[in-house]
């Protein structure tokens, strides 16, 4: 039992170049999350998904992007990177309860140049 | 609007001794309480919630948080720290979902305290 797998683990890009993030659950949970934690400013919340195929806007959407084609994908994009999005980045998921913990992956580091 | 607030950045105790994580909290309505713990170059881990009822609440690694409603905090605490507890400990709080929010309220995280216990 996988729980959430995020991958890449590590990844450098060039300023302006483009990646996608994957996060991939085996636990048949609704709610999915894309964080980001940076030293001293906690967990931010860059979007989420209640269901397959939708998506909502967290704290800090810009420069992102995301798809929930499938229930147990949730995929993070970014079109052009930039240094300031230099990060952790985690993904977590949730049952369909605002009582229920959610379970996180264990990270992308994200180093861009 | 909901927010949560972890004031130390870091707390240092001696292996044996009592642990204190403070966190205080704010909320419209009833709130929905988590800590979770991040141990080095892993995701976060789910230690206990408070949703309703007794005021202490036991979670894993012999952890329990204690819920103040009047003072809005919900500290962590464990009787007899181990070495092993050093890691950053995170408070997050929920609002109660409600209409005006669309049923779905997201969960909030303090900054995080980093935890050292010293041998």
């Known amino acids: ?113 | 609007a909901q927010s949560v607030a972890q004031p130390e950045d870091q707390v240092n105790v001696a292996e044996g001794n009592p642990l204190t994580v403070k966190c205080t909290y704010s909320v419209s309505g009833n709130p929905y309480l988590f800590w979770y713990v991040q141990y080095p170059n892993r995701g976060l881990q789910f230690l206990l919630k408070y949703i309703t009822g007794d005021n202490l609440v036991k979670g894993s690694y012999g952890f329990e948080a204690e819920f103040n409603k009047s003072q809005t905090s919900f500290h962590l605490k464990k009787p007899s720290a181990l070495v092993s507890d050093s890691a950053l400990y995170f408070c997050a709080v929920r609002d109660l979902p409600t209409l005006f929010s669309g049923g779905y309220n997201k969960l909030i995280f303090g900054a995080g305290t980093r935890l050292a216990v010293h041998p």
Not at chain 1, 57 to 71: A, F, I, M, Q, T
Not at chain 1, 72 to 90: D, I, K, R, W
Not at chain 1, 92 to 112: D, I, Q
């Open chain 1, 1 to 113: 039992n996988a729980g959430v797998t995020q991958t890449p683990k590590f990844r450098v890009l060039k300023t302006g170049q483009s990646m996608t993030l994957l996060c991939a659950q085996d636990m048949n949970h609704e709610y999915m999350y894309w964080y980001r934690q940076d030293p001293g400013m906690g967990l931010r919340l860059i979007h989420y998904s209640v269901g397959e195929g939708t998506t909502a806007k967290g704290e800090v959407p810009d420069g992102y992007n995301v798809s929930r084609l499938k229930k147990q994908n949730f995929l993070l994009g970014l079109e052009s990177a930039a240094p300031s999005q230099t990060s952790v980045y985690f993904c977590a998921t949730e049952a369909y309860s605002e009582r229920s913990p959610l379970h996180f992956g264990n990270g992308t580091r994200l180093t861009v140049t």
